[in-house]
């Protein structure tokens, strides 16, 4: 079982910044264990956003690449979204995930649906 909260989310003009937190608790210290970020906006799908492995191998959703960079504090067992230079189209409720898999990918975690995710933070983008 893993928990997760999430929190930093807000609002913030165009070309802003904002960091997601995302307390992780449980079963963490698994080597399979796949972190991610996932987001949807109002009559949109789901997608997902970065992902990252235990081993610190991390990989984007083609939108986001140089913009966001996630990352994970294994001694504060906190993962993190950096979000730079925001665009109005990345408004969307932004939302924690993990999963247990043995080939730890953003496409692999979207595909198979996320085990376990948090309850949500907004992230709202004005210009």
């Known amino acids: 079982q893993v928990q997760l909260v999430e929190s930093g989310g807000g609002s913030v003009q165009v070309g802003g910044s904002l960091r997601l937190s995302c307390a992780v608790s449980g079963d963490t210290y698994s080597s399979s264990l796949c972190m991610g970020w996932f987001r949807q906006a109002p009559g949109k799908e789901r997608e997902g956003v970065a992902a990252?492995?235990?081993?610190?191998?991390?990989s984007y959703e083609g939108s986001v690449k140089g913009r966001f960079t996630i990352s994970q504090d294994n001694a504060k067992n906190t993962l993190y979204l950096q979000m730079n230079s925001l665009k109005p189209e990345d408004t969307a409720m932004y939302y924690c995930?993990?999963?247990?898999?043995?080939?730890?990918?953003?496409?692999?975690?979207?595909?198979?649906?996320?085990?376990?995710r948090g309850q949500g933070t907004q992230v709202t983008v004005s210009s």
């Open positions: 995930a993990a999963d247990f898999l043995v080939w730890c990918q953003l496409a692999t975690m979207t595909s198979s649906s996320p085990k376990y």
């Open positions: 990252i492995a235990s081993d610190g191998s991390t």
